[in-house]
């Protein structure tokens, strides 16, 4: 792409075909507009597949850089460059790197864009998930005026599986909604998923922050995940911070003043709790997160990952 401040990119429409991008990259992308609904395509109800985009985007509310809204599938997606929110919207935000809504899937999705919000529910890969978002990744580091983040989904209706934030999450203010390692706020099931990054702004007492979900409400599942972030702030949980929920096999190190989640907490807890660094390098460790997986979706090796477990299908 030639883009650039005379040269701003255009959403297209619906996409409803297969576009196969055969591993090439998509470079200069350059949207600037703060018009709500921007990204390549407004709607996908295709597949997009095997492609990288680098973009420097200043987006308004309810925007992805693939797309607005997927229900269609994509998979094996990278995003590289700077995304920022220009919102003029009292709702704020709403942005993922990869889409705003998703209602089909996300398969392979990877984020190593710097995203910075304003308000609203941000997330490394999309805003806002009702459908299936598997084998995902973050690593770019993820900032919002306000209110909620996820490394992975800022606020999630449905299943996200096996999926991995190693990018630090913070804010600029005291106030936080739900912020969390791989979703902030999370109304459906969270499976197989891990955190390395940390959490939270030292001098700042950003509230509601768990290592892999703010909030997990009542219908929400948190099973087997660990993190091994660092905290900051208030109301903390080495893996939730509030959970009306269920919480499983969930573990974390604790690297603050916080447990596995709030005291008043009124949701189930089982067999989670907190281990030291050493502990989850062991094979031992690798065979309680195996458990309760048909197929074994956790493997660990010394030489990867800093010695933690990590997913199968890295290797891949």
């Not at 985009?53 to 229900?71: D, F, H, L, P, R």
């Not at 690593?139 to 306000?146: A, L, T």
């Amino acid at each position: 792409m030639q883009g650039s401040e005379t040269n701003k990119w255009e959403p297209l429409g619906t996409f409803e075909g297969t576009l196969d991008g055969n591993e090439y990259n998509i470079s200069n992308l350059y949207i600037n507009d703060s018009s709500t609904s921007r990204g390549m395509f407004l709607n996908n109800k295709g597949t997009i597949e095997n492609l990288r985009i680098i973009v420097e985007a200043y987006v308004g509310a309810y925007s992805g850089i693939i797309c607005v809204t997927s229900e269609g599938k994509i998979q094996n997606v990278r995003i590289d460059g700077k995304i920022e929110s220009i919102s003029t919207s009292a709702g704020g935000s709403w942005l993922g790197s990869i889409c705003y809504n998703n209602t089909g899937e996300i398969i392979k999705g990877y984020n190593y864009a710097e995203i910075k919000g304003m308000m609203g529910f941000i997330g490394g890969i999309c805003s806002q998930n009702y459908g299936i978002i598997k084998q995902c990744k973050n690593e770019g580091k993820i900032w919002n005026s306000n209110t909620n983040i996820g490394g992975i989904v800022g606020i999630n209706y449905q299943n996200v599986d096996e999926c991995i934030n190693k990018g630090d999450i913070s804010t600029n203010t005291n106030y936080s909604s739900a912020e969390g390692g791989i979703i902030g706020k999370n109304h459906g099931k969270i499976s197989n998923c891990y955190n390395l990054g940390n959490l939270g702004t030292v001098n700042l007492q950003e509230r509601y922050i768990g290592g892999i979900t703010g909030a997990n409400q009542e219908n929400g599942e948190v099973v087997n995940c660990y993190s091994t972030a660092e905290i900051i702030g208030a109301y903390l949980g080495g893996i939730v911070s509030t959970n009306s929920g269920k919480v499983t096999n969930c573990w974390f190190v604790k690297k603050g003043n916080y447990d596995i989640q709030l005291s008043t907490s009124t949701g189930i807890l089982e067999s989670s709790g907190e281990k030291t660094e050493d502990e989850m390098k062991e094979s031992t460790f690798l065979d309680v997160l195996n458990a309760g997986n048909v197929e074994t979706i956790w493997k660990i090796d010394s030489r990867k990952n800093n010695g933690y477990p990590y997913l199968t299908w890295e290797d891949e």
